[in-house]
């Protein structure tokens, strides 16, 4: 683990310190251009190891120890093989023959063995239902302007799906937008 000092800090670090030494100001411990320094480099600070020598020099005046929830390491993201990624690209870009049959059919089929292809069937399937929902709505309501807008949301799901399969192929996880996520 990493010690302390190198994790980032909020502003709230930065404003313990900055009102640190406006006390020291205060108290004649530290001059009027001393204090304008050392709050400029305080207020510019990204780690805890920025602020150490700001108040070293004072007594008592320590930078508050970092909140707990920095100390801890971040979770690791779940890893996926080469194979589980190429499923997942697949199952999205299956949407574009099968429409949602496809990511159906990886979702029943492969997404038992994998939980990312899972996981991107999953929410390829949501997305092309919502995308059927979206048809009918236009259809039902509007008529003669659903007509000028089905074009637009037929290029707007052609590029989603792209870049859905793209980023599985990455193995990063893709959320699409506007999606009701009916299947878990």
């Known amino acids: ?21 406006a006390a020291a100001y205060a108290e004649g411990r530290i001059d009027a251009r001393e204090f304008d320094q050392r709050s400029t480099i305080a207020l510019n600070a990204r780690t805890q190891a920025d602020l150490l020598p700001l108040l070293s020099d004072l007594p008592g005046a320590s930078p508050a120890p970092p909140r707990p929830a920095l100390m801890a390491p971040a979770a690791p993201l779940p890893t996926s093989t080469s194979a589980e990624r190429a499923w997942a690209m ?21 997404g038992r063995s994998s939980r990312f292809v899972r996981q991107q069937a999953a929410e390829a ?24 807008l089905l074009p637009l949301l037929w290029l707007v799901w052609g590029v989603l799906i792209l870049v859905g399969g793209i980023a599985s192929l990455t193995g990063s996880p893709f959320r699409y937008p506007l999606t009701l996520r009916l299947i878990k």
């Not at 997305?127 to 659903?146: D, S």
């Open 1 to 21: 683990m990493q010690p302390y000092e190198t994790f980032r800090i909020g502003h709230v670090e930065r404003d313990a310190v900055v009102d640190k030494l």
């Open 90 to 110: 697949l199952a999205h870009f299956s949407a574009w023959f099968l429409w949602f049959i496809g990511p159906l059919l990886f979702l029943i089929t492969v």
């Open 125 to 148: 399937l949501n997305f092309q239902l919502t995308t059927l929902f979206m048809i009918l709505l236009i259809a039902i309501v509007t008529g003669l302007i659903g007509l000028i």
